[in-house]
């Protein structure tokens, strides 16, 4: 589960772009496509889940912490919790 703080409300497929651009940038084609990443949720607070292989959870941090802005909007991503399935993220969320 993650946390997006910004000046304005963000449109979730811009978010998602700016994750997948920000996980290719670090980590290539290959390294893309191993995370096995996906947007479950994301509400109008900020909040979403994303969901990856338990592999690349690091990894997948990492690149939430590299985004810094979207189409110009400052951000902060903040990760709140990690959880081992999406039930169990559920219940956080």
Do not use: P
């Amino acid at each position: 589960m993650f946390e997006v703080m910004s000046e304005i409300e963000l449109d979730k497929y811009k978010l998602l772009n700016a994750i997948w651009d920000s996980v290719h940038s670090l980590y290539g084609d290959i390294g893309t496509s191993e995370s096995k990443l996906w947007l479950i949720k994301y509400d109008k607070n900020g909040r979403g889940v994303l969901r990856c292989t338990h592999r690349k959870v690091e990894a997948i941090r990492a690149a939430l912490a590299c985004i810094h802005s979207v189409n110009g909007v400052q951000i902060a991503i903040t990760v709140i919790d990690i959880s081992g399935t999406i039930k169990g993220a559920a219940r956080i969320a």
